[in-house]
Structures are given as structure tokens and as C-alpha cells.
């Protein structure tokens, strides 16, 4: 039988959080900017212009036919390089966070956008011309009438996806950047303690993501009501 | 960009960069298409035990979704690779068989019952998607629970989530990638593999983005079909 010893928790818990810490921050910004971007990716899909719609179209399915263990891989590949070379930084600076930010926030706005897109058409289409009617132009129609009611039929699944991009951050891994899961794997590693620092994780984890899932099933019933 | 680099040698001499390559693509479907199976059959049973009457059954498959849907898929192979033959009876005779066996089974049993839990909730989705007289019926007319389960509602719900599969299946073949973390060489980690041994990164992950998107709309153009064979007559549009 297998001799648990979780002693090296306590001392290793500012640690853990620092790279909680990493986990929120890279789980914040992805939100906000992939929200922000799969929003104007759903409305570019339904515009009229065809050339918008195509180029919509092809973003969100190229983005969602790839792995995002590759897509991270490609954006710790190229991200630096190219931060390095438009803001002249030394190649001391560690870019990887930034990299990591720029790829799930544009990774996960393929996914938003098909979650918008889905809240726009749940809009009633009287909604549209009865703006356009009132002699707004199409763009302030879905600004001031159509995004605010797609946005709130839509909170449940915008909080779901959050939860699962909150799970994603963990693939980090592959880049050896120490988000919650990678500082967990390291102290683990160092003090021979895997097994208990990898379970502790997965507990963290679950508990984080059921008390989140369970506010989104509260909140789904009032939306609903 | 050179991609002559692909057809040099490696340095054992046995194959080309190519070939590792489609080594990698062929562990990757192995590995995808073997947890499949297993995510469909157990997926099945535990969609099933979702909807009957027994509240223990229901509480049984739901605590299993709970748990395998808010754990990271990373943290879930960790535990299956370093975790499970540690403190597990039969550990020990695990980490005597070919390392490349254990990390393609640690990958298999962690992507198959991770599958589990969403094949699960479709197949919860499509038994609950049905009207209710279907199931009364059934009984009414003298079929036990698992005769209307097995010749009334599965066969409808089978037609009804086939659809909802298929992104399921996409889904599991684009998460294999993430074995890679622990050193199964499937398709992405030769990919980084050969980055390692050619420092031509551009020309390796553009090569296994191609592949993974070559499949990807592969299993779709499959789908399709299958989709339109399984179509239930009237429901059209009705459900996505």
C-alpha cells in the first residue's frame, strides 16, 4: 500500500497561489478579450459582406479543428518573436505569459463567437427592424438593441465556456510557464511527492469548477424564469 | 520555409522526418479511435442510468459526470500516469511493461472516460428529448423497463444524437494532443520532436496543423454521411 504524506503541502501553499494567480489572470483576460473578439467574429459572420462572413467563417472552424495544445505551441513559438522584434525587447524578457494570454484569448473567441452567434439569431427579428424603423443605422441597431439581449440570453453559456477555458489554462504546462497546475507538478517533482501534489490539484480543481457549475445552474433557472 | 527537411533521414538512418511524422499520426488515430469506443460503450451506460427510476443508479452516474467534467483533462493523465499505478494493486506490473504501452494506456483509459462523462450527457439529452408517451406507451403495452429502453426509446435517441457525437468525436481526437504531455509520441509530439532534432519549427507544426486539420475534416465529410442516413423523418430541424 502506498504511504501518503502531504507535509509538503502547507509549506508550498504561497506557491500554489502564485500560480493560481497565473491561472486567474491568463483565465481573466482570455474572457474578456475572447468574448470581446468572438463577438465581433459573430457579427462579421451574419454581416451581409460576404468577405467578412468568409473570413469569420474561417477563423472560428480553422481554430476549432486544431488542437489547443498546438495552438499554444504555435503562439509560444511565434508571439515572442514578434513582440520582440515590434517593441525592441531583449530576449531576457519572459514573453510567455503574454504569449499564453494572446492564444487562449484568441483560441477561445472561436468558441464565443458561435455561442454569440447563436444569441444573436435567438434575438426575434422585429427586434432588428423595429430598431431600423426607429432610424437606427444596422450597426447601432445591433449595438444598442440586438447584442444587450443576445449577451444576457447567452450568460449562462458565456459562464460555462469560462469554466472549461479556467480547466484549459492547465496546458500551459507546455510551456513550463508555473500556472497552478505547473507549480503543483514541480513541487511534486521536487519533493518526491507527485501522487499527493497531483491529487491535491485535481481536488482544487474539482471544487472550483463544481461551485462555479453550480452558481451557472442557479443563475440558468433565473435567466430561464 | 524548407520542406525538403522532411524527406532527410533521421538520425537512426530508418526513416525519414516524414515518417515520423506519420508514425505520430498513426498513434494519434490509434489512441483516438480505441477511447472512443470505450467512451461510447460506457458513455451509453451511463447516459442510460441518468434517466431510470433508481435514484441511487442516477446519483451514481451523475456524481461520475461531476467529477471527470470539472477536472482539467491534463490533471486527469497526470493522475492516470503518475498517479493511479502508484497506489493501484496492480501498479507495480504496470511499470514493468514497454513504457510506450503504458503512457498509449494511461492515455486511453483518461481520454475514454473523459469522453464517458459528455457522450453521457447527450445520451441523458436524447432519451430526455423524447415525449414522454414514448416511454409510457412502451410499458403500457406490456414491454419491462429495459424492453422499452432497448427496443423503444434507445433506437430514436440513438438517431437523434448523432450530430452532437460527432463534435464528441472531433473533440477526442484533438484532445489525444495533449497525451503528448507525457510523452506519448503521437502526432504533436513528434511534431515538437522534430523541432527538437531539425530547429525547423515553422516547417514541423505548420506539416502537423495540416494533418490534424486533414482528419479533422475527414471524420466530418464521414459524419456527414452517417448524419443524413441516421436523420429521423419529421424530426428535420427540429433538434440543431
Known sequence: MYD???????????????????????TAIAIAAGIAWGTALAVMRLSPAQSLSLFAAGYVSLFRSVPLVMVLLWFFLIVPQLLRDVLHLSHATDLRLASAMVAFALFEAAYYSEIMRAGIQSVPKGQRSAA???GMTPLQAMWFVILPQAFRNMVPLLLTQAIILF???SLVYVSALADFFGAAYKVGDRDGRLV??????GAVYFVLCSVASAFVRVLRRRVAA | MDFRIFFSPVPTGDTTYLGWLLAGLRTTIALSLSSWIIALALGTVLGILRTVPNRAL??????????????????????????VPEIAPFGRRFKEIDPFLQQFLASMFCLALFTAARVCEQVRAGIESLPRGQKNAGLALGLTLPQTYRYVLLPMAARLI???LTSEMLNIFKNSAVCSTIGLLELTAQGRQLVDYTAHAYESFLAVTILYLVVNAAILIVMRVVEGRARVPGYLGSRN
Open chain 1, 4 to 26: 501518503f504524506d502531504w507535509s509538503s503541502i502547507p509549506g508550498a501553499l504561497p506557491f500554489l497561489w502564485q500560480g493560481m494567480k497565473i491561472s486567474l489572470a491568463i
Open chain 1, 196 to 201: 499527493e501534489l497531483l491529487l491535491f490539484a
Open chain 1, 132 to 134: 431600423l424603423a426607429l
Open chain 2, 58 to 83: 442516477r446519483a451514481i452516474a451523475g456524481a461520475y459526470v461531476e467529477v471527470f467534467r470539472n477536472v482539467p483533462l491534463l490533471a486527469q493523465l497526470f493522475i492516470w500516469y503518475f498517479v
Open chain 2, 162 to 164: 448523432v450530430p452532437p
Open chain 1, 167 to 169: 480547466q484549459d489554462t
